[in-house]
């Protein structure tokens, strides 16, 4: 046995023996209840109904009860000699607690061996959660629970009345001491299936697996004592924030090798690979102009996406979200998970891109608005944004009209903020309408006084440092 494996097998036992751990699994570590243990020859004192007596040597005295001798076996009689097992000692009847099993017990002893791996049936959790209980051809033996899998085991229970193929590490007839490992069976075995499936494995191949472990970026699948990695963008044309959304332990999935790297260390699989790119159909599927149904998934600063179907997204810029106001990022108006309508404006399979509108579905208000503002007609509005060559105006939602910094103000202004603020309603005069350009261009010019500054303004004026008056040069210079 190595040296690992001992230090395991010691560990479970703790500072008790194996006869003590044993006890613990079927209650004999009670008071008054010392186990023993080794096939011993007594002879026959008394018989009754029900039970032999057998003087077991010295002043020691034990019981077998009359039941254990099969129906086609003549039963002892007195003077007989006979072969038991001690199994207790019971202090209150001051007699020793005898099984026949000795003698079949004595067979299978006489055929076991280190390293043979035998059929142990579990019969019992030991206390403490420390290892199974096991009957091999009715000898009693200990499986630790480091050695019942190659993975740990939360809920040994689970394993009670099954029949389970383990390896004898240790076998100590003199101490009635037998210690199994169904690990080291589960190891060579996946060694062996190692070698197969490595010396099989082929890049572009399809195999079925068994999810083993599901981490934040992806999934390793077990093919046959070799693991391989399903990365979280190889599992479906879908977003996948969760691999375990996807797949769960214990799950067997269908996977196509896509690499082998560092001599089968590291293998790439994946599962999407097997469906059908909806990019592939998408031309065909979805036209330009058709209106289709999605969900939200993604905001960004430039625009929002949305999934047409799984695995194919499309993207709402920010310019085609609406018409009836500006907004600065899409969250204003959408949110994830949200589900929208909206119009194909544009398909590229090749770059795996469509863009679609949502304000399609919106009356545009630049429709027919030759008739609506006619040339020097004077309207309502109200400044928007100021910039270095003007000011807009909105003159309602989704229709913003431009006052060029010359048309301003009557006066010369250097800047668009000497004459007008961000807010404030004023008339204008509509210089020109361009319906094909969505242009208006507006006049501020001759529409009254400018508005007096705020008290704020006023403020950032006054604390402007004054330019100095250059002084006139005398002298002829």
């Known amino acids: 046995m190595d040296s690992a494996l001992q230090q395991e097998i010691d560990a479970a036992l703790g500072d008790k023996s194996l006869e003590e751990i044993m006890a613990e699994a079927d209650g004999t570590d009670k008071p008054g209840k010392k186990s023993a243990a080794g096939v ?11 039970d032999i007596f057998v003087d077991m040597g010295g002043r020691s005295q034990g019981v077998v009860t009359l039941d254990q001798f099969k129906a086609d ?33 004595k067979a299978a002893w006489g055929t076991m061996a280190e390293g043979d791996a035998v059929e142990a049936k579990i019969t019992a959790v030991v206390k403490g959660g420390k290892g199974l209980e096991c009957d091999v051809n009715g000898i009693r033996a200990f499986l630790p629970a480091s050695q019942v899998d190659t993975m740990r085991v939360e809920d040994q229970s689970v394993y009670v009345g099954q029949k389970l193929t383990c390896e004898i590490v240790e076998l100590d007839r003199e101490a009635n001491n037998v210690i199994l490992s169904r690990r080291k069976l589960l190891e060579k075995a996946g060694l062996e299936a190692k070698k197969k499936t490595m010396a099989e494995l082929a890049e572009g191949q399809v195999r079925e697996g068994t999810v083993k472990t599901i981490l934040p970026f992806g999934a390793f699948v077990d093919l046959g004592g070799v693991d391989g990695l399903v990365h979280v963008s190889d599992m479906s044309y879908s977003r996948v924030k969760e691999p375990g959304d996807v797949v769960k332990i214990g799950q067997v999935v269908k996977v196509q090798v896509l690499k082998i790297e560092e001599g089968g260390r590291r293998i790439g699989l994946g599962m999407k690979q097997l469906l059908v790119d909806p990019w592939t159909v998408a031309a065909e599927k979805y036209k330009k102009g058709a209106a289709v149904k999605g969900k939200i998934t993604n905001l960004a600063n430039f625009g929002a996406f949305v999934e047409i179907e799984p695995g194919l997204e499309a993207l709402i810029p920010i310019s085609e979200m609406t018409y009836k106001k500006r907004i600065n990022h899409p969250s204003e108006i959408l949110k994830p998970g949200q589900e929208v309508e909206v119009s194909i404006l544009e398909i590229d399979p090749v770059r795996r891109r469509m863009s679609t509108s949502l304000k399609a579905f919106e009356p545009d208000p630049w429709t027919g ?36 910094i010359s048309e301003i103000s009557d006066k010369p202004v250097q800047r668009a903020s000497d004459a007008v603020r961000a807010g404030q309603d004023v008339q204008v005069r509509v210089l020109s309408v361009n319906e094909a350009d969505r242009r208006i261009s507006l006049s501020l010019k001759g529409m009254g006084p400018e508005p007096e500054p705020t008290p704020e303004e006023a403020a950032e004026e006054a604390a402007k ?13």
């Open 40 to 50: 011993r020859v007594g002879k026959v004192i008394a018989i009754n109904k029900s």
């Open 73 to 105: 076996e003549a039963p002892p009689k007195v003077g007989d000699a006979i072969e038991v097992l001690i199994d207790h000692y019971d202090e209150s009847q001051g007699l020793l607690i005898l099984t026949r099993m000795g003698i079949a017990q």
């Open 369 to 404: 608005v030759e008739r609506h503002y006619l040339l020097n007609t004077v309207v309502p509005g109200k400044v928007t944004r100021l910039t270095d060559f003007g000011a807009f105006v909105e003159l309602e939602p989704g229709l913003d009209g431009l006052i060029h």
């Open 465 to 477: 440092p004054k330019k100095k008056r250059k002084t006139e040069l005398k002298g002829g210079l």
